[in-house]
């Protein structure tokens, strides 16, 4: 999977653990502002190719940590459509501009993304840990849609207390976008 050099070290960790290793993220050049280069992207993608290896995903980041760097999201969304690629944009830290009419212009794109992450305990001002992640097409998730007779109980969900099986990676744990929809439905936007 090619992503930005400048990207976040959970990309080389995520590969690991999927038991694809750390050298199975491709390290793409960026320009002087930290931006992944958009020949570099393409030229990564043609070698996996040549090589007869299925590029899996691009991993593009929608702000590095430390500078805030935005790599090309709707170019990367193009070379992802050509290349049969997933498109995962890691907007954990610039994500927050998404709440600003003035900065939301700089993720031009990112709505072509086939997965976006987003943690709003960086820029959208919220508590550890309120992290996101959204899928472009609700059938991603259809596998996790399990049902247990001791976590959705039919009566439960009558009373209207529905499991989030099927909406979350996670089961038992408590949803971080909780905290996120309370604040937007308390406060607002801005
Ligand atoms: C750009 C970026 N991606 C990924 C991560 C990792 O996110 P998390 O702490 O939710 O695992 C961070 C920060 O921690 C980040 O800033």
């Not at 299925?54 to 940590?65: H, M, N, Q, S, Y």
């Not at 999201?73 to 459509?81: K, S």
């Not at 794109?109 to 992290?131: C, F, M, N, T, Y």
């Not at 899928?135 to 259809?142: C, D, I, L, W």
Request: aromatic residues 6%; contains cysteine; glycine residues 8%.
């Amino acid at each position: 999977s090619p992503s930005s050099a400048a990207a976040h070290f959970s990309v080389q960790r995520a590969a690991a653990l999927l038991g694809l290793g750390e050298d199975a993220v491709i390290p793409v050049a960026v320009d002087s502002q930290l931006r992944m280069k958009t020949g570099a992207l393409t030229a990564a993608l043609e070698r996996c190719v040549e090589r007869g290896q299925l590029p899996v995903a691009i991993v593009a980041t929608a702000g590095t940590t430390d500078t805030g760097a935005i790599d090309p999201l709707r170019e990367c969304a193009e070379l992802a459509a050509r290349y049969g690629a997933w498109l995962h944009v890691d907007a954990a830290y610039g994500g927050g501009a998404l709440l600003s009419d003035r900065l939301a212009p700089l993720l031009d794109g990112i709505e072509l993304a086939d997965s976006v992450s987003l943690d709003w305990h960086k820029l959208g001002w919220q508590p550890a840990a309120a992290g996101i992640f959204l899928v472009r097409k609700s059938e991603t998730y259809a596998s996790l849609a399990r049902r247990a007779v001791y976590l959705n109980p039919a009566d439960d969900e009558e009373a209207g207390y529905p499991s989030l099986l099927g909406l979350s990676l996670r089961t038992t744990r408590r949803a971080d976008a909780f905290k996120i929809a309370v604040t937007l439905r308390t406060l607002g936007r801005e």
